[in-house]
């Protein structure tokens, strides 16, 4: 087979793109898998490894994290920390099979990039069966339906954790009585409704979609992971206070109550959306 390779300044020399008979695909993912090995063809402007890794917290830590104390209870002190650890592993190594079939496939093309809809359906194409590589379109658009459904879904989340938060931070700054200690709270003015909120919020949160440069958001995700950390450290310090013994909580739960361990923890690991992009 021909061999095709890149010469340039800004570019490591690559190999053969083509998969050589005495080459299995399999063999041929694992040899993009070495570090350094890949940048898109045509991008003099590709992020650090620094501002991926900024990216990659962002993406894969929000507001999910909130919600484990709760996953937890609903699978048990043990089975939940153990399920979480097993979803994690699974979670990262899919995330790196689809990194590798994304380098795989702009190598092998020749393109610059290729989204989750073009990765599946570039290896449907691959595939032995033949009603498999009939199908193929079939892959991109169940993947495309999926994956817009999963991120409208945590993106709802946000808005109504964003609108929910900044409402009682503002009722909270209204308050008439100086006792700490009480947990009632005595409002000056009438509170603002959610919905107005969010409303309020949405031209700023279009703007923000409209930046495309990974470069350009890593200054947002900086200090969206600096806020973070700092509310973290907050809300931690206050839980460990008088924390009540731990060895009278069940080491397993009921079962019934798993898929609702399973839905918030799936919630939690939020960002197999970046993993292409900044891949």
Not at 13 to 20: H, I, N, Q, R
Not at 122 to 148: C, K, M, Q, T
């Amino acid at each position: 087979m021909s061999t095709q390779r890149l010469r340039n300044e800004d570019y490591r020399d690559y190999s053969s793109t083509d998969v050589s008979p005495e080459e299995s695909p399999s063999e041929t993912l694992n040899n993009f898998s070495s570090s350094g090995s890949y940048q898109r063809f045509g991008e003099s402007n590709s992020t650090t490894w620094f501002q991926t890794l900024i990216h990659l917290l962002k993406g894969n830590i929000g507001t999910g994290l909130l919600g484990l104390p709760l996953a937890v209870k609903n699978a048990g002190i043990l089975m939940g920390p153990l399920s979480l650890l097993v979803m994690g592993l699974v979670a990262v190594h899919c995330m790196g099979i689809l990194v590798k079939c994304a380098h795989h496939f702009c190598h092998r093309l020749n393109k610059p990039f290729v989204d989750y809809g073009d990765t599946v359906m570039y290896g449907l194409e691959a595939s032995p069966s033949s009603w498999l590589r009939n199908h193929a379109h079939w892959g991109r658009h169940i993947v495309d339906f999926f994956l817009i459904v999963t991120q409208l879904g945590f993106c709802c989340v946000y808005f109504v954790f964003l609108a929910d938060n900044f409402k009682q931070v503002i009722e909270a700054a209204n308050v008439t009585t100086n006792n700490c200690h009480s947990n009632e709270t005595v409002i000056l003015t009438p509170t603002m409704d959610s919905r107005l909120y969010m409303l309020t919020f949405l031209p700023f949160l279009v703007l923000l979609v409209f930046i495309r440069n990974l470069r350009v958001l890593s200054i947002f995700s900086l200090l969206a992971n600096i806020s973070m950390l700092v509310s973290l450290v907050m809300i931690y310090q206050f839980i460990v206070q008088e924390i009540p013994d731990p060895t009278h909580l069940p080491l397993v739960a009921s079962w019934k109550t798993y898929p609702l361990f399973f839905g918030t923890a799936i919630f939690a690991f939020e960002g197999i959306g970046m993993a292409v992009p900044v891949g």
